[in-house]
């Protein structure tokens, strides 16, 4: 719970609980002929949203302190990009949450199947 209210908190807590849904959502993690399921998404996904967290806060504390139009323009031309980040780090939480729907499938299918093998219920080739 603290996680989504202490500041410094609330930056890895995210990207720690999807990764803890990641590993659960994969279909063996005990089995060592299953490979793992790449979390390079997670990690882009994190990593757009801290920068645009990050700059949409200094972009927001230079526009408050502008006085002047270049310094105003200079701070809007700053929250412009922060707008593209975040657009960005919202296409990339679409993704991600995507990928873990899809894992979460397979691993329901393969648990309803009592197939021996995780591998032939996700139906690749072995």
Same mark, same amino acid.
């Given at each position: 719970?603290?996680?989504?209210?202490?500041?410094?908190?609330?930056?890895?807590?995210?990207?720690?609980?999807?990764?803890?849904?990641? +590993?659960? @959502?994969?279909?063996?993690?005990?089995?060592?002929?299953?490979?793992?399921?790449?979390? +390079?998404?997670? #990690?882009?996904?994190? +990593?757009?949203?801290?920068?645009?967290?990050?700059?949409? #806060?200094?972009?927001?504390?230079?526009?408050? *302190?502008?006085?002047?139009?270049?310094?105003?323009? /200079?701070?809007?031309?700053?929250?412009?990009?922060?707008? &593209?980040?975040?657009?960005?780090?919202? &296409?990339?939480?679409? %993704?991600?949450? *995507?990928? %873990?729907?899809?894992?979460? /499938? *397979?691993?329901?299918?393969?648990?309803?199947?009592? /197939?021996? @093998?995780?591998?032939?219920? @996700?139906? /690749?080739?072995?």
């Amino acid at each position: 719970m603290w996680g989504w209210i202490v500041p410094v908190v609330s930056l890895w807590f995210p990207r720690r609980i999807t990764l803890d849904i990641w +590993t659960a @959502s994969e279909l063996r993690r005990d089995v060592p002929d299953v490979p793992r399921t790449p979390v +390079t998404i997670v #990690n882009v996904w994190w +990593t757009v949203w801290i920068c645009d967290v990050t700059l949409s #806060n200094v972009a927001s504390r230079y526009f408050v *302190r502008a006085d002047e139009a270049d310094a105003i323009k /200079q701070a809007v031309g700053l929250l412009m990009v922060a707008d &593209v980040l975040d657009i960005g780090a919202a &296409v990339m939480a679409i %993704l991600v949450v *995507r990928r %873990l729907t899809r894992m979460q /499938q *397979r691993r329901a299918a393969w648990t309803d199947s009592g /197939q021996d @093998s995780p591998l032939e219920a @996700s139906g /690749q080739p072995a």
